[in-house]
């Protein structure tokens, strides 16, 4: 559905408008992330997600390679979900008349960029060497028999909760800062009221955000997490939400010529 959405988002924006973005094209980044990651699930699959744990370490091989797309994965939907967030704050900025507004978005582009970058070279670098991540006979005894040194697990999901926090706020931000900004625009009332509406989806990201932030803090709690993965589930719907309520607004050109059109008929 995600999908459908941004190929719409860009067919009406390009074609119908003949007016394209930076916020257009940073939208086409994160649904390449969203397949990324997807496909990301599939390969999980493959080597055992969905298999109880122990089911899993019967297969050492299978479980090395479960665990190298899972390292992948997690940097990819971290930046699939700061793509989102980039996105909508470029559209905001383009809508925007006000000078002090587009430059306290600007801030928060400047902040999101740079929170993912130290959230992804924290999760690149968990181990030195970087492939003990997944390839735990490199770590120390009882768990390998190498010398590598990686974040004590509960640190590593410590930063990920941080992480979380923030896309938190700055999702209810996101969610919240468009309705002024609209009920400003010179536009009837149906229209400020039914774009209000569309962007209020942002509240189900929130929503998907802070239940995966619960499923983060129990994530090393669980003995079985393979079997659900539901901390990456929610993650993957917090991403997916997000593109749709970010794109949604773009559609109403072809949703007045669709109904335009049924009128005619």
């Known amino acids: 559905l995600s999908l459908i959405t941004v190929w719409l988002r860009f067919y009406v924006r390009s074609v119908m408008l003949g007016i394209t973005g930076s916020d257009d094209f940073v939208m086409i980044f994160a649904m390449v992330c969203t397949t990324a990651t997807f496909v990301c699930f599939v390969i999980e699959t493959q080597h055992g997600l969905g298999k109880h744990l122990l089911a899993m370490l019967a297969s050492p091989t299978d479980y090395t390679e479960f665990l190298k797309i899972n390292y992948a994965h997690a940097i990819i939907v971290m930046i699939g979900v700061s793509a989102v967030k980039v996105s909508i704050a470029l559209s905001l900025i383009r809508l925007s ?7 306290f978005l600007w801030g928060i582009i400047i902040f999101v960029v740079a ?5 992804a070279l924290t999760l690149i670098f968990q181990c030195i060497p970087v492939r003990a991540a997944w390839d735990f006979s490199l770590r120390p005894p ?5 010398t590598a040194r990686c974040y004590p697990i509960y640190t590593f999901r410590n930063i990920g909760l941080m992480n979380s926090s923030f896309n938190i706020i700055t999702d209810v931000l996101f969610a919240t800062l468009p309705i002024p900004l609209i009920w400003k625009l ?3 009332m149906r229209t400020k009221i039914s774009l209000i509406g569309i962007l209020s989806l942002g509240w189900f990201a929130c929503a998907a955000a802070i239940i995966k932030a619960i499923r983060q803090w129990h994530v090393f709690d669980e003995p079985d997490w393979t079997v659900y993965n539901s901390f990456n589930v929610w993650n993957f ?3 997916t939400i997000g593109i749709i309520a970010a794109s949604l607004p773009s559609l109403k050109p072809l949703f007045n010529w669709f109904l335009k059109t049924a009128r005619g008929i």
């Open 237 to 239: 719907i917090e991403l």
């Open 97 to 103: 008349p006000q000078r002090k507004y587009s430059q």
């Open 115 to 119: 929170m993912t970058l130290a959230c």
């Open 142 to 146: 009882p768990t390998g028999t190498g």
């Open 186 to 188: 010179q536009l009837n």
